[in-house]
C-alpha cells in the first residue's frame, strides 16, 4: 500500500509539475517542519502584536512577563523548548508538556527592552524558524491608567469636533455590532446632534480573564437637537470595553447608555448598564426623534422592535448550521484509483474532490482550500467561543505563514458571499480501515464547523 502510494506521488510530481510543487513546498512546511500552533504573550496574540509591543507595569500579573505557546510537527515529538530574551545571546528552558505546550516567565525591570526569541526543537533535532519569533518587548513606567485616559481624551475630542476618521482609529477592527455598524451611527449623530460637550470621570478600570479593560465612566452630556434646535442634557454611568493592540487601547465594545453612536444604539451597543444614575438619558427613537428616556423604556421599546421586525438588533445570534464531520484520503480497490474527499458548505455534501466544487479537500493528509475561499486565522481553539467573524482581513492560503494547521479555528470566506468557521483535528492514520462505499481509507480528517447561509458573520 505504501509503495502504491510514493508511486502516485511521483508520477503527480512528473505529469502535474505545478501542483507537485505547491503540494510539496506545503508538506514540507507543515509536516517536517516544527511549527508554532499558537503563541501569546500576558494573553496577547503573538502574531497580532507586530514585532514590537509595550507591556504597562501595572498590568503584568505578579509583575512577570508570560510567554505560552503550543509547537507542533507532523511526525515526530518536541523534545526541547528555549527562550531567549536578549537577543540570542543566552537561553533558558521554557516549561513543556507532552503534547508540545510550553510556558516562559520572567520578572522585567520597569524601562527596560527585551529581544525576545523562541527555539522548539523536536528529538531528532529539526527546529522551528527561529528568527520567525522575534519580538522587541517594551515594559513602560507608565501605568495603563494613564494610557486609557489619555485614549479617552483622543477619543472624546474627535467626537466633539464630529472628525470620524480620527475617531476610527480608537476602534478594533473587531468591534462588538460592527466597525462599520459604528461608523454609521457616528454618521447619524452628526447630523441629528450640534454643540456636544461632555464632562466625564474614570471610576473604576479592571482586566477581564481575556486581558481585555473594562472601565466605567461617569458622564454629563449637553447637546443641541438639529431636529428643533432643543438643548438636551443628561448623566449618568456606562461602560467600554478595549482591546490591547500594537498602536495601543482600541475599543472593542460600549454597553448603554450609550456615549458614541447613540442614534443605532440598538446595533451598537452590547450590554446595559443599570444604575439610578441612568434616569434619563438622551436617546434617538427609530423616526430619529431626540428626546430623554430611562434605560428600561430604551431596552424594552428595542426589544419590541426587534420582535415585529424580527431583528435581533445585535442581542440575539441568527440561526446557523453547525456539526462534526470527516473527510478521508481514499485509495479505492474495486477501480484502482486513489481519490481525496472534500466538503462543500452550500448543501453539507462531502464529496470525491474532483466530482464537483469543494470548498475544501484533503491531499494525503493536508487540508486544501479551493482557490476561491478565502481564509482568516483566529486565535481562538475553541470553536464554541467564535461568535463572530470580521468582514474583512482574509487571505488566500498560501499567504498564511504555516498553511492550514490543527488545532485552531480559521474563519472562511466562501465566494457565493457567506462565511463559515472550521476547526480541524490532527490527521489520523487509518490505513487499516475499509469502508465498503468508497475503499481502503488511509488519512481521515476530522473537522468541526459552523455556517451560515445568509451572509451573516455571527454565530
Known amino acids: 500500500?505504501?509503495?502504491?502510494?510514493?508511486?502516485?506521488?511521483?508520477?503527480?510530481?512528473?505529469?502535474?509539475?505545478?501542483?507537485?510543487?505547491?503540494?510539496?513546498?506545503?508538506?514540507?512546511?507543515?509536516?517536517?517542519?516544527?511549527?508554532?500552533?499558537?503563541?501569546?504573550?500576558?494573553?496577547?496574540?503573538?502574531?497580532?502584536?507586530?514585532?514590537?509591543?509595550?507591556?504597562?507595569?501595572?498590568?503584568?500579573?505578579?509583575?512577570?512577563?508570560?510567554?505560552?505557546?503550543r509547537a507542533a510537527i507532523r511526525k515526530g515529538t518536541i523534545g526541547s523548548v528555549r527562550v531567549s530574551i536578549d537577543g540570542k545571546e543566552t537561553w533558558d528552558s521554557a516549561e513543556l508538556s507532552d503534547d508540545?505546550?510550553?510556558?516562559?516567565?520572567?520578572?522585567p525591570?520597569?524601562?527596560?527592552?527585551?529581544?525576545?526569541?523562541?527555539?522548539?526543537?523536536?528529538?531528532?533535532?529539526?527546529?522551528?524558524?527561529?528568527?520567525?519569533?522575534?519580538?522587541?518587548?517594551?515594559v513602560s513606567e507608565s501605568n495603563y491608567q494613564q494610557v486609557i485616559e489619555e485614549r479617552l481624551a483622543e477619543m472624546f475630542t474627535a467626537y466633539e469636533m464630529q472628525n470620524i476618521n480620527s475617531f476610527m482609529e480608537y476602534v478594533s477592527w473587531d468591534f462588538v455590532g460592527g466597525d462599520v455598524i459604528l461608523e454609521q451611527a457616528l454618521n447619524k449623530d452628526f447630523s441629528n446632534f450640534a454643540d456636544i460637550a461632555i464632562e466625564y470621570n474614570l471610576i473604576n478600570l479592571a482586566i477581564n480573564n481575556d486581558g481585555m479593560i473594562s472601565i466605567v465612566l461617569q458622564y454629563d452630556r449637553r447637546l443641541i437637537s438639529n431636529n428643533d434646535g432643543s438643548t438636551l442634557a443628561d448623566s449618568g454611568l456606562t461602560e467600554f470595553v478595549f482591546n490591547l493592540e500594537e498602536q495601543g487601547p482600541v475599543l472593542y465594545s460600549m454597553s448603554q447608555p450609550l456615549i458614541?453612536?447613540?442614534?443605532?444604539?440598538?446595533?451598537?451597543?452590547?450590554g446595559v448598564i443599570n444604575s439610578a444614575e441612568n434616569e434619563q438619558v438622551i436617546a434617538v427613537n427609530d423616526q430619529g426623534n431626540i428626546e430623554l428616556k430611562s434605560i428600561d423604556e430604551i431596552v424594552n421599546e428595542t426589544a419590541e422592535m426587534n420582535n415585529e421586525d424580527g431583528n435581533s438588533?445585535?442581542?440575539?445570534?441568527?440561526?446557523?448550521?453547525?456539526?462534526?464531520?470527516?473527510?478521508?484520503?481514499?485509495?479505492?480497490?474495486?477501480?484502482?484509483?486513489?481519490?481525496?474527499?472534500?466538503?462543500?458548505?452550500?448543501?453539507?455534501?462531502?464529496?470525491?474532490?474532483?466530482?464537483?466544487?469543494?470548498?475544501?479537500?484533503?491531499?494525503?493528509?493536508?487540508?486544501?482550500?479551493?482557490?476561491?475561499?478565502?481564509?482568516?486565522?483566529?486565535?481562538?481553539?475553541?470553536?464554541?467561543?467564535?461568535?463572530?467573524?470580521?468582514?474583512?482581513?482574509?487571505?488566500?492560503?498560501?499567504?498564511?505563514?504555516?498553511?492550514?494547521?490543527?488545532d485552531i479555528c480559521?474563519?472562511?470566506?466562501?465566494?457565493?458571499?457567506?462565511?463559515?468557521?472550521?476547526?480541524?483535528?490532527?490527521?489520523?492514520?487509518?490505513?487499516?480501515?475499509?469502508?465498503?462505499?468508497?475503499?481502503?481509507?488511509?488519512?481521515?480528517?476530522?473537522?468541526?464547523?459552523?455556517?451560515?447561509?445568509d451572509g451573516g458573520r455571527q454565530f
Open 1 to 69: 500500500m505504501k509503495n502504491f502510494i510514493i508511486i502516485v506521488l511521483i508520477m503527480l510530481m512528473i505529469f502535474c509539475p505545478l501542483e507537485a510543487e505547491a503540494f510539496w513546498w506545503l508538506f514540507g512546511k507543515n509536516q517536517d517542519q516544527v511549527n508554532m500552533s499558537y503563541l501569546y504573550i500576558n494573553g496577547i496574540s503573538y502574531d497580532e502584536s507586530g514585532q514590537e509591543i509595550t507591556l504597562y507595569q501595572d498590568l503584568l500579573e505578579d509583575g512577570l512577563i508570560n510567554i505560552q505557546g
Open 260 to 270: 458614541f453612536g447613540v442614534s443605532d444604539a440598538a446595533n451598537v451597543a452590547s
Open 313 to 406: 438588533g445585535g442581542s440575539e445570534i441568527p440561526a446557523y448550521e453547525s456539526g462534526e464531520k470527516s473527510i478521508a484520503s481514499v485509495f479505492n480497490d474495486e477501480n484502482g484509483n486513489w481519490y481525496n474527499q472534500g466538503y462543500r458548505f452550500s448543501d453539507g455534501q462531502i464529496l470525491e474532490r474532483f466530482a464537483g466544487y469543494c470548498d475544501f479537500y484533503i491531499e494525503t493528509n493536508i487540508i486544501f482550500l479551493n482557490d476561491d475561499v478565502r481564509v482568516l486565522e483566529l486565535n481562538e481553539t475553541d470553536i464554541n467561543n467564535v461568535t463572530e467573524l470580521p468582514e474583512t482581513g482574509y487571505v488566500e492560503q498560501w499567504d498564511l505563514p504555516y498553511g492550514i494547521t490543527w
Open 410 to 453: 480559521y474563519g472562511l470566506s466562501l465566494p457565493d458571499g457567506n462565511y463559515a468557521v472550521v476547526y480541524f483535528e490532527e490527521a489520523e492514520e487509518v490505513n487499516s480501515e475499509y469502508d465498503a462505499d468508497i475503499g481502503e481509507v488511509f488519512y481521515r480528517i476530522r473537522f468541526k464547523y459552523k455556517y451560515r447561509d
Open 100 to 107: 508540545g505546550a510550553f510556558q516562559y516567565y520572567f520578572r
Open 109 to 138: 525591570e520597569i524601562g527596560q527592552e527585551y529581544e525576545i526569541y523562541i527555539e522548539a526543537m523536536e528529538t531528532a533535532g529539526r527546529t522551528n524558524e527561529v528568527d520567525e519569533t522575534y519580538k522587541k518587548v517594551i
